[in-house]
Structure formats: structure tokens, C-alpha cells
């Protein structure tokens, strides 16, 4: 059945409000009417299974019929950071990345990054990325729509390693395996770092791991700057038994 998210505030007294561009979505694109199921998630951890009452041009009223716990969500909370790639690959990682489950996205700057960010532009870019992240999370039914951060430099993504449990920098001249790092913490916050085309430099590596970052290897084969975060975190989320979906 097709998901819709909406805010939390949307939902009450029995009743979920869609507004935006989903309207359009539910009305032209897929055709419901009222008597129509869809599910409706408020990213809090609940789906409703609702039905529609009334449509508008500018919304959709649902009458809510049962809620069930979301099962989309992993338990690691993984952050993809990932030194800015050209348009298409990274829109790639942001859409692959919530499919496979990541918790929220990091785009930043660094020494070898090809993009360069035009100030003016940045919210509409912001803008375009959180629509891909949030068609991503419906149609791969997330609990939750991930975070897009804003654009940050090299020092500031390494000043919010911080606040992260563990952070890995995906290193490909040498580091710990990544199935033995992650064996090794039993952290649900994880950051992990990933450079562009052309890597990281030693200097940076450097500092990264002076900011608590682990090297680690993704394996002897050199992957490309989108497959990288995407593979990790398939590998993270499996070693930790943390794809769910088991029914026996
Ligand atoms: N330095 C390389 C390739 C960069 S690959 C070059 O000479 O062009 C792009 C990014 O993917 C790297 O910065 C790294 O973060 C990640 N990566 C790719 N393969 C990796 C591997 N085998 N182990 C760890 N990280 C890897």
C-alpha cells in the first residue's frame, strides 16, 4: 500500500492531514478517492493505516483505522558523510542510502571535492535533496525520514565527529577491516566518513583520525566514491543483524 509522510502535528483526534506536494501524489498520480486506504507515517515511530475521507486541492483528510509499530527503522543510527560528489552520484547516495537505511546524510567540502557549493543556490539544493530523501524513505518504507545536513567544511565535519558514539573514515590505504571495527563498539550512533573521486590526503586522514575517526578498510578492491557509503553501510547494518525482515 502506498506511504505517505506527514507531520506529526497532521495527526490527531483520529484524523491525519496530508498537505504539499503528496496531495497531488495521492489525487492525480495514483488516483484515490475517498474510501481509499493509504498509510500515513508521522516519523515517530507509529503507521497509521488510514482511510480517506475527504479530498481538496490542497489536502487530503484521512480517518485513521489501526496503527501498528513502523518496522522500517533500524536500530544503528548510521550517518553517511560524504565529501561532496558530482550531482547525479550523490543524489544516488542520498536515495540508495535511505533505501539501505541510513539515519541521516552529511555532505561536505574537502581538498579533492570537484563541487563547488554557490551560497545562492544552497537552499534550493537542500531543498531538492530532502525531496529525494523523503520519496526514497516512502517508497522503501522507512519509519522515519533521514536528515539532510547542510553543506559543511572539512573542519566542521570534523568538530561533529564528536557527537557521534564511533566514527569510521573509509581509508583505502590501510586501516581496520570494517568487520572487525564494528565488532569492536557497540554503538547505535555511527558516523562514517567517505571521500570524493579522488579520496582523502594524508593530511586529512590525519586529522581525521586525530578527531576520534577509525580508518577503516572496505576491503582490498578500490571502490567508487558512491559505492563506498552504500556497501559500508550494507555491511554495518548486516554484521549487526540490524536488516530485519525475519519472520521464523
Ligand atoms: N584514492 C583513490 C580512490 C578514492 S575512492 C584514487 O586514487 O582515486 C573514493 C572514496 O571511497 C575514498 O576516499 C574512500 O573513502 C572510499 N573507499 C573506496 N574504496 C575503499 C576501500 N577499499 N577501503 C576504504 N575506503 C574506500
Not at 101 to 117: D, M, V, Y
Request: with cysteine; glycine share 10%; charged share 30%.
Amino acid at each position: 500500500m502506498q506511504r505517505y509522510f506527514t507531520a506529526p502535528e497532521q495527526i490527531s483526534g483520529g484524523f491525519a492531514r496530508i498537505i504539499g506536494e503528496d496531495v497531488h501524489h495521492i489525487l492525480r498520480v495514483m488516483r484515490c478517492r475517498p474510501g481509499d486506504r493509504i498509510i500515513v507515517c508521522a516519523g515517530t515511530g507509529t503507521d497509521y493505516l488510514c482511510e480517506i475521507t475527504e479530498t481538496g486541492a490542497e489536502e487530503v483528510l484521512c480517518r485513521i483505522v489501526s496503527e501498528s509499530p513502523s518496522t522500517g527503522e533500524p536500530v544503528t543510527r548510521l550517518w553517511i558523510a560524504q565529501s561532496l560528489t558530482k550531482g547525479d552520484k550523490w543524489e544516488w547516495v542520498l536515495q540508495k542510502g535511505t533505501e539501505i537505511g541510513a539515519a541521516g546524510f552529511i555532505p561536505f567540502t574537502s581538498e579533492r571535492c570537484l563541487i563547488k557549493i554557490d551560497e545562492k543556490k544552497a537552499d534550493k539544493k537542500q531543498a531538492r535533496w530532502r525531496k529525494i530523501v523523503k520519496e526514497a524513505a516512502e517508497q522503501s518504507h522507512r519509519g522515519r525520514v533521514p536528515e539532510v545536513a547542510p553543506v559543511m567544511n572539512w573542519k566542521d565535519l570534523l568538530r561533529s565527529v564528536a557527537r557521534f558514539e564511533a566514527a569510521f573514515l573509509a581509508w583505502e590505504k590501510g586501516g581496520k577491516a570494517l568487520k572487525r571495527a564494528i565488532a569492536e563498539t557497540e554503538a547505535s550512533e555511527i558516523l562514517l566518513i567517505v571521500g570524493p573521486e579522488g579520496g582523502f590526503s594524508e593530511r586529512e586522514a590525519e586529522e581525521a583520525a586525530g578527531s576520534g575517526a577509525v580508518p577503516i578498510s572496505l576491503g582490498s578492491r578500490i571502490l567508487r566514491a558512491e559505492t563506498a557509503p552504500l556497501f559500508a553501510a550494507s555491511c554495518i547494518l548486516f554484521a549487526r543483524n540490524d536488516l530485519g525482515g525475519e519472520t521464523e
